[in-house]
């Protein structure tokens, strides 16, 4: 449709009939005939007459629903507008690669692409107009269970594996039935909420916000997203649904996007509970104001929209606005002419769990495991015939991660099923041991893992967190291995020193002592479908590990907040950090660093940074610096490294980090290779957000350097001119 037709079909509209267009509803609601609405709304509302006007509906199974639903709504729509049929595709839609922290890990925003690709065309397939993904709030505390969403600790990873997701998915022309629109979510910093409880309240300075919460948003507003979903929280004192200065000034003013606004699920109502709207009109009223455009499941918009537009509360110039924004959304997909976009069986039975999707999601799930601790005993030389494989995760099929789809766990490739795959004459004793859960006390089982483990050649010791205690409302004031775990982890080890203890989970753990005492210890995270098959790879060295850490991993959860890049106050503890000194900042008990730095992941080969060069000292505004590392391969086995690259800005207006990652790039050598890997710095890299909340670089000297964070290596200076 043109702009004008679009004009004309507005004009031609009801109030009621704009106001659907903002009303989202519950697939489940149409698809099993369930008056009851979903969510906490336990009014029930009038299907018949809601699918005659809503304007979208999310969480739909298939092609073959969402043609029905489609069909369903079109029958009973009197203007035939057809509906954005929306869906969370957060890593993966049938074929499921790692958490989206996993994928932090890779530090290879091509390989981000690749599988975002892979689940673009599954969605396209499946009838999905739009996907509520990139999630790219920065998140420094595990406590939050919604960590696993994220990259990364670090805005840079969000930001650019963020922008490398909607390009992905999106592609040049929306209307093509195989690109899918996307949602960046959830805006803004819901990540950073008090204590690390889900959804509670963010207070965080301007000058905070704009230099590390909002970069990442602004990068898919800038990659062009179209769509963004306002976060729960408030927002120094705003929930972000009703937040003007968050959405109409700095989102619309300020970043000029010009997409669709959509509440998160009950968004709208929650205004009342987070009592800064008396009662449900007030809210509907509040979030109209602050251009919000669609209304989550709740159906606030529905209930009260039109009255406030007919008693002039609400302008009617500014529903027309929300409705066009929603219109052309729809006209972009190219909806109107094909309202089923890619919905199509015949390709989902081609492209579900196809070998090329399983190869993807299988090397995603290699290099985004991060290699923490190996005494010499990973990989176990194929000599091995005889495998203790024990823990609660040993059989375990949900490896997939909270967001994966319904069911996703039964295409999941197991631990034995993986290791006969690679090794079918291996002997595998399986023992569970133990649980993974709170609840889980029985201990009647660790002595017959203990018995295995004795008798193997080597174990492989499967523990970690449920798929379900990370996530959406999943936080956790402790972070130890739930269940007796540890007790499970200290007799298997005692029993049988040739132990790999390999773990599942969607945060960042406490695992002191469990890294005291494992020889080898691999963070699998939740790998996906093919996690079985990879860990196998990585156990053997078919695949060496390159991950590295995306966000650091503490001794204790009292650390946290503890971000990387922290700044060095005015009494930094002198090192060694293992010991503390009274009036600095430091901890009585414990060292201030995490236990395992972001940045950090071992190889099975050796990589020796060599040299760190700079083709000048220093440059003006207008200019580049250009900063060579080589970086050699002097182990026998080929390999990847993330090479990154850290600044420090010495002295400035305000304080600045210790250590800041402004670039990284991926590289492959093999045994004896040598790779220059450069780096191009430009101003733009050495910007802060001032004490005026201005983004400005300051002349003077800056650091760089390479390693990971807390073992910077090969410093140089260089000089920024006026
Ligand atoms: C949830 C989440 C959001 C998701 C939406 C739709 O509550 O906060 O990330 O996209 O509802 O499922």
Redesign the pocket.
């Known amino acids: 449709m043109t702009d004008h037709e679009l004009q004309e079909l507005l004009g031609r509209l009801t109030i009621e009939e704009k106001v659907g267009q903002l009303v989202q509803c519950n697939a489940s609601q149409f698809i099993r005939n369930n008056l009851e609405m979903t969510g906490p709304d336990g009014e029930l509302l009038p299907a018949e007459e809601l699918c005659r006007v809503m304007g979208s509906l ?2 739909f199974e298939d092609a073959r629903q969402a043609r029905e639903l489609q069909d369903m709504h079109l029958a009973a729509d009197p203007n035939k507008i057809p509906l954005l049929l ?3 595709v ?1 890593h993966g839609l049938r074929t499921t690669y790692p958490i989206p922290l996993a994928m932090g890990c890779t530090f290879d925003d091509e390989l981000l692409a690749e599988c975002a690709d892979m689940a673009r065309k599954e969605s396209s397939a499946c009838g999905v107009h739009v996907t ?2 990139p ?1 790219v709030d920065t998140a420094r505390d595990a406590r939050w269970g ?1 960590i696993l ?1 994220t990259n990364s600790e670090e805005p840079l990873i969000n930001s650019r594996m963020g922008a490398a997701l909607v390009r992905v998915t999106q592609g040049q022309d929306l209307s093509r039935k195989e690109n899918v629109a996307c ?1 960046v ?2 805006y803004a910093a ?1 990540g950073a909420g008090e204590a690390g409880r889900d959804y509670n309240t963010v207070e965080l300075s301007e000058r905070t916000l704009r230099e590390t919460y909002f970069p990442a948003y602004k990068a898919c507003v800038d990659a062009g997203v179209r769509l963004v ?1 306002p ?2 929280n408030s927002l120094n004192g705003i929930p972000s649904v009703a937040n003007k200065w968050l959405m109409n000034q700095v989102l619309r003013e300020e970043w000029g996007f010009d997409g669709v606004v959509i509440s ?3 968004a709208v109502g929650e205004l009342v509970s987070h009592g800064v709207a008396s009662d449900l009109r007030d809210a509907v009223r509040m979030s109209m104001e602050a251009g919000c455009d669609i209304d ?2 709740r159906n606030a918009y529905y209930l009260h929209l039109a009255d406030l537009v007919r008693e002039g509360t609400v302008p009617e110039e500014a529903l027309n606005e929300a409705v066009l924004r929603v219109l052309n959304l729809k006209n972009e997909l190219g909806l109107f002419e094909n309202p089923y976009h890619g919905a199509d069986e015949e390709a989902e039975k081609q492209l579900y769990l196809c070998r090329e999707h399983r190869e993807i999601a299988r090397r995603a799930a290699e290099e985004s495991a991060v290699l923490l601790k190996n005494e010499g005993i990973l990989p176990f030389s194929r000599d091995v015939k005889r495998i203790a494989l024990i823990g609660p995760f040993a059989e375990e099929k949900r490896l997939n991660g909270f ?1 994966s789809r319904p069911g996703a766990e039964q295409y999941t490739v197991t631990i034995p099923e993986g290791i006969r795959a690679l090794l079918p004459e291996v002997r595998l004793d399986i023992e569970r041991g133990c649980g993974a859960c709170f609840e889980d006390t029985d201990r009647s089982r660790i002595d017959a893992a203990v018995e295995a483990a004795r008798k193997a050649d080597a174990v492989i010791l499967a523990v970690g967190e449920p798929e379900n205690y990370s996530g ?1 409302g999943r936080s956790r004031a402790e972070l130890s291995l739930p269940g007796p775990q540890m007790e499970l982890a200290r007799r298997v080890i005692a029993a049988n020193p040739h132990t790999a203890v390999v773990l599942f989970n969607g945060r960042p753990l406490v695992l002191t002592e469990l890294s005291d005492i494992a020889p080898a210890l691999l963070e699998m995270w939740y790998p996906g479908t093919e996690g079985g098959n990879a860990l196998a790879r990585l156990l053997w060295g078919e695949a060496n590990p390159c991950g590295k850490l995306s966000a650091g991993l503490p001794r204790s959860v009292g650390q946290y907040p503890m971000p990387y890049n922290r700044t060095n106050t005015g009494r930094p503890k002198p090192p060694p950090d293992s010991r503390s000194v009274p009036f600095t900042s430091c901890y009585l008990d414990m060292p201030n660093l995490p236990l395992y730095s972001f940045g950090y992941g071992l190889s099975y080969t050796d990589f020796i940074y060599e040299s760190l060069t700079m083709d000048q000292k220093s440059m003006n505004r207008d200019g580049e610096i250009r900063v060579t590392v080589t970086l050699r391969n002097a182990g026998q086995r080929a390999g990847k490294e993330a090479v990154q690259l850290y600044l420090q800005d010495p002295v400035a207006s305000v304080v600045r980090p210790v250590q800041q990652l402004i670039d990284y790039r991926k590289v492959a050598l093999k045994p004896g290779e040598r790779a220059e890997v450069e780096f191009v710095i430009t101003e733009k890299q050495l910007r802060l957000v001032n004490a005026e909340c201005r983004e400005v670089s300051e002349p003077g000297e800056f650091r760089i350097s390479a390693g990971y964070a807390d073992h910077l290596i090969l410093t140089q200076s260089f000089e920024l001119k006026e």
Do not use: A, G, P, Q
Request: charge should be negative.
């Open positions: 999310l969480t929306m869906l969370d957060i509520f993904n999630m919604r969403e949602c979510k959830h819901y979903m976060s729960f998160d699920y009950n989550m499941v967001w959406e």
